[in-house]
């Protein structure tokens, strides 16, 4: 049987100098020094928060191949959309058969994207490393493949935070 964590303050899995605030589902942008006496946030309950179980827990845009897919983090899985369209290579096929390999194969427009999804429970192990100043990948390792996700710094941390915290139970 698994052990939920209760809703209340703990070691910040980040920041050990600092408390934030578990909801009994996720980590919350709330944070405290350690050793101050602390109450839960205005904002969040003491208790368990009910919520959507079919809603993500977190969202995101990755931003790789001029393609921008929503990925969204559930306790289960990790889902984005493969969105179609014309790829380099396609199009300059297209060009030097003067449109007739585009007639043959067809374009794929925006409905004709298709979901891909990791199980949660084949997520091997998840690691970030900066590409630039802007941004940051997240790869997600599962056996025999690593999937990368580029996004910013900031959903970068929180994306490889949810997906730790969801390994480790």
């Known amino acids: 049987m698994i052990q939920q964590t209760p809703a209340g303050w703990h070691p910040d899995p980040q920041n050990p100098s600092q408390l ?4 009994g589902y996720r980590w919350s942008q709330h944070t ?3 050793g101050i006496p602390t ?3 205005a ?8 919520r959507n179980p079919h809603a993500p827990l977190f969202r995101f845009t990755s931003h790789i191949s001029g393609k921008n897919p929503i990925v969204e983090i559930y306790e289960d899985r990790i ?5 179609g369209g014309v790829s380099g290579g396609k199009a300059a096929a297209a060009v030097m058969t003067m449109g007739m390999s585009l007639a043959v194969t067809g ?12 199980p949660m429970r084949s997520v091997t192990s998840v690691s970030t490393r900066r590409d630039g100043a802007l941004y940051t990948i997240v790869q997600v390792m599962v056996p025999g493949d690593t999937i990368e996700f580029r996004t910013s710094h900031a959903e970068a941390s929180r994306a490889k935070s949810v997906i730790t915290q969801l390994m480790l139970r």
């Open 43 to 50: 904002a969040m309950p003491a208790g368990p928060v009910l």
């Open 20 to 23: 934030r605030w578990w909801d």
């Open 79 to 83: 889902e984005w959309e493969r969105v």
């Open 39 to 41: 109450a839960p946030p």
């Open 32 to 34: 405290h020094p350690v």
């Open 107 to 118: 374009i794929r427009n925006n409905r004709d994207s298709r979901t891909q999804m990791i």
